[in-house]
Structures are given as C-alpha cells and as structure tokens.
C-alpha cells in the first residue's frame, strides 16, 4: 500500500518554524526593540534590504516552478511582476488624495498633462481588497492568455523565451507612453499611505517585512506541497520526456498551463510587496535584464530544488548590495564572474554544493565508524 511521503521532514518542519520565528518575532524585536547604539540592532536599512530580496526570492522560486520541474525556461516574468506592483502603485497613488504637488484628487502626473478625470482602468483603484484581487488577476489573466496560445501551439525551447522576452519588451514601450495612464518613464512614487496608515513609519515598514516573510514561507509550502503531489510528479516527467507522456495519453497543456499561471500569480504577489517598501514603480522593473536576473537566481542558487533559487536570490542580491558599495565601479563585472565560475564549476548551484558536502560529510561519518 503506497503511503503519502510528508511535507517536511521533521529537520524541516524545525527549519520552517525557525525562519517563522525570526520573520515573525526575532527580526521586529531587533528593530523595534533593540536601540540603535547596540550590536544587535537591525538596522531600517537591513529591514528595507532583507524585505526586498524576500520579494525576489518569491519571483525565483516561481522561475524554479515552470523551469526547474517543468523545464520552460521563461525570460520574461519580470512582467507578471511589475504587473502586481503597478496595481497595488495605482492604489497606493490614490491613497495620496490632496497631499500631493498640486493638492488634487488626480495623481499629480495626470494633472501634470491636463488630464480632467480618471481612466476607466483606475475606477477601482481605491479600493484595496479591488486591488488586493487585481494583484493576483491581473498578472494572471494575462500569464493564463498568453499560455494558452504559446502551449496549444507547442512552442517550446529557445523560441518561447524569446517569445516571453519579446512580450514583457512591447509591454515595457507601452507603459513607457504617457497617454496610458501608468506615468510614463516616471512610473509611480512619492507614496503616503496604505490601509489609511503612514507608509514611512517603522512599525509600518516591519508590517510589510513580515508580510513578505510570510509570503515567502508560504510559497515554499505551496511549493512543495505541488512538486510532490501526483501533479508535480507529472510536470517533471513533462520536462523529462514530454513525448513518451503524451504517448501514455497526458495532454500537457493542462499541466504547463496551471503551472505557468501559479508561477505568474507568485511573481505579482512578489511585485505587490516589493512597491510599498522600495516606493517606487516605473517600466524599467519591464526591462529584459529584470526578467533574465530572475533566471540567474534560479540557475545560481540550483534548478529544481525549491530552497536553492531562494538561497540564489538571497546569495546574488546581498553580494550586489554589499559589491555596489565595496566596488562601485566593478561590480558587474564580479558580479559576472560569479556567474560564469557558477556555471562551469557548479551547474546544479548551490544546492547541488551544498549536496556535495553533505555526502561527502556522510562518508567521512561512516568511516569513522
């Protein structure tokens, strides 16, 4: 009789507890609690860095989703991310009200170029369970048109990256234009309030700390829990042999299809709560260098593991932050070093190193006794 193999392993279930209580208690302790003057005191600078690389880890463990189990590569995700940032920047804009430049109702860019009313796309913009729901649809729908077409015409390889990378580029050119509503080259910033709170305050930027923790743990659950049901077990044999699957009578659309959706729906999550703690959203979170960096926390941190693009992104994002002070003026080029010398030495990442000493751990344990 087959038995379900668990979610986490005991040392797991202790891990996740462990990240849940320094996301949720340690972490405001220290920066609430902890004075300035003392060691170890979290920093509002460490707070604002850590939340938005637990908004990029969220976008490369979506990446792992459609390419590390169902192998379809995606260079063009950066938009499903800006997709959730632009809705959650058009309510955060509507919560200015009259404190902005020119004390009106409208966004200061749209008085700024004559504009006399509100778009039909911002009618709901005030709302935040409206916005709450467009953050998750929007990308969504637009992740869910998009694979319909792309996987019913058995597009795959080399020629649906670039298809994803040719999508999020035109979406890029259009919210560039002015006429669309979105602020143009500019984007949206300059913001108060969220909920009717201040969004500069502490307490504030911890809430949104620990609701991108949150976010992150929860993904990894829904994650895991995915890629170890009968549906993942199906996906990875999609990636594997999609052919010989077909012949024993799976269609894969289905499969790639909700996959791809999910990954979308993750990625605006991501974009939704990386805007509120950076205070800005423009058309350059469109741009292909984004959406190929999504790729690269993947690929660095280890394909097809779940934790290793989490560890990826949290390993290439603090060494750019820590290489943007340190060196300034060659930090790409490190930064790029890495990525070769990651790709020749370690192409499963690090979680493939990291399955490495543990064997090797393993070995030496057995030897001894």
């Known amino acids: 009789m087959n038995t379900a193999s668990p979610l986490l392993t005991p040392r797991g279930w202790a891990a996740f507890v462990l990240a849940l209580l320094l996301v949720c208690g340690v972490a405001p302790l220290l920066n609430l609690w902890v004075s300035e003057g003392q060691v170890l005191h979290l920093s509002d600078y460490a707070v604002a860095l850590l939340g938005k690389i637990m908004c990029y880890a969220i976008c490369a463990l979506a990446m792992d989703l459609i390419w590390g189990f169902g192998g379809i590569l995606s260079l063009g995700h950066g938009l499903y991310f800006a997709l959730g940032g632009y809705a959650m920047g058009m309510y955060l804009m509507r919560q200015i009200g009259r404190e902005g430049q020119y004390q009106s109702e409208l966004p200061d860019f749209m008085v700024f170029l004559d504009w006399k009313a509100l778009p039909w796309h911002w009618y709901f913009s005030d709302s935040l369970p409206a916005t709450l729901i467009l953050v998750l649809a929007l990308p969504g729908l637009v992740a869910f048109v998009f694979g319909w077409f792309a996987f019913r015409s058995r597009i795959k390889g080399v020629y649906f990256s670039i298809i994803t990378q040719a999508m999020t580029y035109a979406a890029m050119l259009l919210f560039f234009r002015n006429e669309t509503g979105f602020g143009g080259n500019n984007g949206f910033t300059d913001f108060k309030r969220i909920a009717g709170h201040a969004i500069a305050t502490r307490e504030m930027r911890m809430g949104l700390f620990v609701l991108s923790g949150l976010a992150l743990l929860g993904a990894l659950?829904?994650?895991?829990?995915?890629?170890?049901?009968?549906?993942?077990?199906?996906?990875?044999?999609?990636?594997?042999?999609?052919?010989?699957?077909?012949?024993?009578?799976?269609?894969?659309?289905?499969?790639?299809?909700?996959?791809?959706?999910?990954?979308?729906?993750?990625?605006?999550?991501?974009?939704?709560?990386?805007?509120?703690?950076?205070?800005?959203?423009?058309?350059?979170?469109?741009?292909?260098?984004?959406?190929?960096?999504?790729?690269?926390?993947?690929?660095?941190?280890?394909?097809?593991?779940?934790?290793?693009?989490?560890?990826?992104?949290f390993a290439v994002n603090g060494a750019k932050s820590w290489l943007t002070v340190v060196a300034p003026e060659i930090w790409l080029y490190l930064l790029g070093a890495l990525f070769i010398a990651v790709t020749l030495f370690l192409p499963e990442g690090l979680a493939g190193l990291a399955r490495q000493l543990q064997a090797r751990l393993t070995l030496r344990r057995g030897g001894k006794t």
């Open 221 to 313: 659950l829904l994650s895991r829990w995915l890629v170890q049901s009968k549906f993942g077990r199906v996906l990875q044999a999609l990636r594997d042999a999609e052919s010989r699957l077909m012949f024993c009578g799976y269609s894969p659309l289905p499969y790639k299809l909700s996959v791809w959706t999910l990954s979308a729906l993750l990625c605006g999550l991501a974009g939704a709560l990386y805007v509120p703690q950076v205070g800005i959203i423009n058309p350059s979170e469109m741009s292909v260098a984004n959406s190929i960096e999504i790729a690269v926390w993947a690929a660095v941190g280890g394909r097809g593991s779940l934790l290793g693009p989490v560890a990826g992104a």
